[in-house]
């Protein structure tokens, strides 16, 4: 991923998943072919899904599993043009929710995932996150959900600290009831002048989080481009704007060597923080207790959250149904959801303790179980376009070109929006 300040980040990364081997739960069968044959698996990130392709192959011993990974823009861009040329793509391919409308305008070009027994799977999924693996004329199911990425905002204690703010998440929750608020709190921790630390990663993502909290974000429901007249898109991107113009920016891109060192040496405070997202802290052995969670502002969201599709390209749909079934299953998510906050998109789960009651000593002591499904189960889908994808990162070029090229706000939303209407 280049050094822009993009909001789109690697919506679903999970961490390392352990425990007992999950079963796959309903849809296709497990029985397998006579041949060796090897399914391909194109991830955008490290998923960690590797424990289970070990178990998965434990009943199914004849296929072999590869992986290949590209960095988030480069991985979704890739995957159209493998589409559009006929040759390159995967087995088995992740798309986030902020491309995944881009893919349901061409189902022709991926199996229907319903010839395979897959669509017995429905009643267990939230029902917008089911919707949002079918077609765009709901013929075909295109892909089943892992995770969801209920929204909270996580910080560092020890920083709030040496600023003077309180380092207690209710009272570091009360510190931010809006976005205003946010950006207030920003500003007396850059007063406070914490050496080596600035306040946030950067805009990028709290544009993001504003804009799927808004009833309306880019698209309206009949697929018209709004960026222009919706107020909430401009009223996200002056709030990134005040975040650069009031130095509450570390001037990072998710997901970059930089943001990682960030997250594990304190380099920045804050970030908005997806229930997956709390497994990539994980991952980068900051310290038990070095990061907490509080809530977002504005009051709860989503952020992220993938869907697994199998291209036609690919010879083996039978077996790619099967992993697809298997890597979604109830077991699955709850293994996943266990040992790397990754929410899952079964509501079934948000009622069983190990969810709802879960306690993350690794933060805190954070209750995350009832922090994250509160959020998910408080979410009111937003409609997304077929180029939303896109048009966030028009949108957070134009962020960027205000913090890294001193563009002058009002010239940089001009231009965000004329990118964005030049998109089909």
């Known amino acids: 991923m280049t050094r822009l300040v993009v909001p789109l980040i690697a919506?679903?990364?999970l961490a390392a998943c352990g425990g007992e081997a999950p079963a796959p739960s309903g849809g296709a069968s497990a029985s397998a072919p006579a041949e060796n044959i090897t399914l391909t698996v194109a991830l955008f990130s490290d998923f960690h899904f590797a424990p289970l392709y070990e178990a998965f192959k434990k009943i199914h011993p004849n296929v072999t599993i590869t992986e290949r990974r590209s960095q988030f823009n480069d991985h979704h861009n890739n995957l159209v043009t493998q589409l559009a040329t006929g040759a390159g793509a995967a087995d088995v391919v992740a798309v986030e929710g902020g491309?995944?409308?881009?893919?349901?305008?061409?189902?022709?070009?991926?199996?229907?995932?319903?010839?395979?027994?897959?669509?017995?799977?429905?009643?267990?999924?939230?029902?917008?996150?089911?919707?949002?693996?079918?077609?765009?004329?709901?013929?075909?199911?295109?892909?089943?959900?892992t995770d969801v990425g209920g929204l909270a905002m996580?910080?560092?204690?020890?920083?709030?600290?040496?600023?003077?703010?309180?380092?207690?998440?209710?009272?570091?929750?009360a510190l931010w009831p809006t976005w205003d608020a946010y950006v207030?709190?920003?500003?007396?921790?850059?007063?406070?002048?914490?050496?080596?630390?600035?306040?946030?990663?950067?805009?990028g993502e709290h544009f993001r989080a504003m804009v799927e909290q808004a009833p309306v974000g880019f698209y309206d429901t009949s697929n018209n481009l709004v960026v222009a007249t919706n107020p909430d898109v401009k009223k996200a991107f002056d709030m990134g704007v005040s975040m650069i113009q009031n130095k509450l920016s570390g001037k990072l891109t998710a997901f970059t060597p930089e943001w990682t060192t960030g997250i594990a040496k304190g380099t920045f405070a804050t970030m908005v923080c997806p229930a997956w997202k709390t497994g990539v802290i994980k991952d980068q052995k900051p310290g038990e207790g070095?990061?907490?969670?509080?809530?977002?502002?504005?009051?709860?969201?989503?952020?992220?959250?993938?869907?697994?599709?199998?291209?036609?390209?690919?010879?083996?749909?039978?077996?790619?149904?099967?992993?697809?079934?298997?890597?979604?299953?109830?077991?699955?998510?709850?293994?996943?959801?266990?040992?790397?906050?990754?929410?899952?998109?079964?509501?079934?789960?948000?009622?069983?303790?190990?969810?709802?009651?879960?306690?993350?000593?690794y933060f805190g002591d954070a209750p995350i179980g009832k922090i994250f499904t509160d959020a998910a189960k408080a979410l009111k889908p937003q409609h997304t376009g077929p180029k939303s994808g896109d048009v966030l990162l028009a949108m957070g070029n134009g962020l960027s070109r205000v913090e890294l090229q001193n563009q002058a706000p009002e010239e940089a939303w001009a231009q965000a929006v004329s990118d964005a209407e030049k998109i089909k």
């Not at 267990?124 to 892909?143: C, I, M, N, R, V």
């Not at 709850?334 to 969810?355: F, I, Q």
């Open 184 to 203: 207030e709190t920003g500003k007396k921790f850059v007063a406070a002048d914490v050496k080596g630390a600035a306040f946030t990663d950067g805009p």
């Open 99 to 145: 491309f995944i409308t881009t893919f349901q305008q061409v189902p022709d070009k991926f199996h229907n995932l319903a010839d395979y027994g897959l669509s017995s799977r429905q009643s267990e999924y939230l029902d917008w996150k089911w919707q949002l693996g079918l077609s765009a004329d709901g013929k075909t199911l295109l892909g089943l959900g």
């Open 11 to 13: 919506a679903s990364v």
């Open 290 to 361: 070095t990061w907490d969670i509080a809530s977002v502002p504005g009051g709860g969201g989503n952020q992220g959250g993938t869907h697994l599709m199998a291209p036609k390209q690919g010879k083996h749909p039978k077996e790619a149904a099967e992993l697809i079934n298997f890597l979604t299953s109830k077991e699955s998510q709850l293994t996943l959801w266990k040992d790397a906050s990754a929410l899952p998109s079964l509501p079934s789960l948000y009622e069983d303790p190990a969810v709802s009651t879960f306690v993350n000593p």
């Open 154 to 173: 996580c910080y560092r204690p020890d920083l709030f600290k040496k600023a003077g703010l309180p380092g207690d998440r209710e009272s570091v929750s």
